[in-house]
């Protein structure tokens, strides 16, 4: 039995100490850049900010769960009712017109936030990535073709050109996110045929074209892993910018019905009392909080991905890391 073993542990060792080489360059690498990340007290508050945004939307259905026999988590039976303490009778929040209840589209609006914002960014940086590497690979009239479409987008202005796609669609949210795919993509494809346009000259490049690797595979396995740390890095912005555009659709009413949980339809619906007095069941109120809340979490949601874009440049540039 002994005799058996030490094949099998020699067979291990060959098998496994390649990939353990191999990747110790990388793991060094990941090391380095946690250090620089622990380095930024901006970027580290950055992160603070996106995971609580994330645990919100995350655990929305504990934290703010759905009242039996009801469908809608926004809609509640008191109209304008102020905020109140922790353990107090009322709404933390406060309500709003229709009895709205302001802490339920806080908590559910942050999962529609981060809903808009991946799926656009996603698929704007699919879209890009793809158009701005065959463009900057191939060049000729490939190029010339997919860049003048490109400048086409790029010339009209990004909440005009999303406000055109919102009007002629229908009132939703996937409409919204629709018209910010068509705005956003662009801006990547230059990006990555920036990128692509340099790295397509370097010696690997050419190593692996001289062994006769296809076009598509030397484009997709070479060029375009190294040439995205820069659209990483503007993506990572634009998870907050997206959502901040949105909500200014929703703001000038391009967004979904009222009483979606969306945090720019909410401020769309409370801006009308914001400076005015409501009287209801005889008392007056000042709704200040319909469009403070939901103000609130916009900002902190647009400054958590800029503080943690800003940490990502700073780690994926190579003349900041030194």
Do not use: C
């Not at 930024?40 to 992160?47: D, E, K, P, T």
């Not at 634009?238 to 720019?264: C, K, M, N, Q, R």
């Amino acid at each position: 039995m002994n005799g058996e073993e030490k094949p099998v542990r020699g067979w291990g060792k060959r098998f496994f100490e390649p990939i353990k080489k191999s990747m110790a360059p990388r793991i060094r690498e990941l090391r380095f850049s946690f250090f620089l990340m622990r380095k930024s007290l901006l970027a580290i508050v950055g992160l603070a900010i996106v995971l609580v945004i994330l645990i919100l939307a995350v655990f929305a259905p504990v934290l703010a769960p759905v009242p039996e026999g009801q469908r809608d988590p926004l809609y509640m039976p008191r109209d304008f009712q102020s905020p109140k303490p922790p353990g107090a009778e009322g709404f933390i929040l406060g309500t709003g017109h229709l009895g709205v209840d302001i802490y339920y589209g806080i908590i559910w609006g942050s999962r529609t936030s981060i809903y808009i914002a991946v799926f656009v960014v996603l698929v704007a940086s699919i879209l890009g990535i793809v158009l701005g590497a065959i463009a900057g690979y191939y060049g000729g009239a490939v190029d010339e073709l997919l860049m003048r479409i490109t400048d086409i987008f790029l010339s009209i202005p990004g909440l005009v050109l999303a406000m055109a796609v919102a009007a002629v669609l229908s009132r939703s949210l996937e409409n919204i996110m629709l018209a910010l795919i068509v705005v956003w993509w662009p801006p990547y494809a230059r990006i990555v045929r920036g990128q692509v346009l340099s790295i397509k000259e370097n010696t690997y490049v050419e190593a692996a074209r001289a062994v006769g690797s296809k076009k598509s595979r030397v484009l997709f396995r070479h060029v375009v892993p190294n040439s995205l740390a820069p659209m990483l890095v503007s993506a990572t912005m634009d998870l907050g910018v997206v959502v901040l555009v949105a909500a200014g659709l929703s703001y000038i009413g391009f967004g979904p019905p009222t009483g979606t949980a969306e945090w720019g339809k909410m401020v769309s619906d409370g801006q009308q009392y914001f400076l005015s007095t409501v009287i209801y069941d005889g008392v007056e109120y000042n709704p200040w909080w319909m469009v403070t809340f939901p103000g609130l979490m916009i900002f902190m949601f647009v400054m958590g991905f800029n503080l943690l874009g800003d940490g990502l440049r700073d780690i994926l540039d190579p003349r900041l890391r030194r």
